[in-house]
């Protein structure tokens, strides 16, 4: 997390990617997945950001309210229409 915070998105993205890869439990790999959906968002990468968000979503159902505030967010002001 630490390259994601400093604004290094390559580095965190190959981190993330590096997690999946070796990540079995759903339940983190939906985090993972809802991270480098957040990576996207902030490189305004919206459609990919969503792509992430959603399959975060398949895999921890009971996402929690504020999990979903960056899905709003897109869809309210770049205006995209639902996937």
Sequence with gaps: MSAQSEGNYAEALQ?????????IDPYDRSYILY??????T??????????????????????LP???????VIYHY???SPL
Aim: hydrophobic share 40%.
């Design 35 to 40: 991270n480098i959906g957040l990576i996207h």
């Design 42 to 63: 902030s490189s305004g990468e919206h459609t990919k950001a969503l792509e992430y968000y959603f399959w975060a979503l398949e895999r921890r159902p009971n996402l």
């Design 78 to 80: 770049v205006r995209l």
């Design 15 to 23: 981190n993330y990617y590096e997690a999946m890869r070796l990540e």
């Design 66 to 72: 504020q999990d979903f505030i960056y899905m709003a």
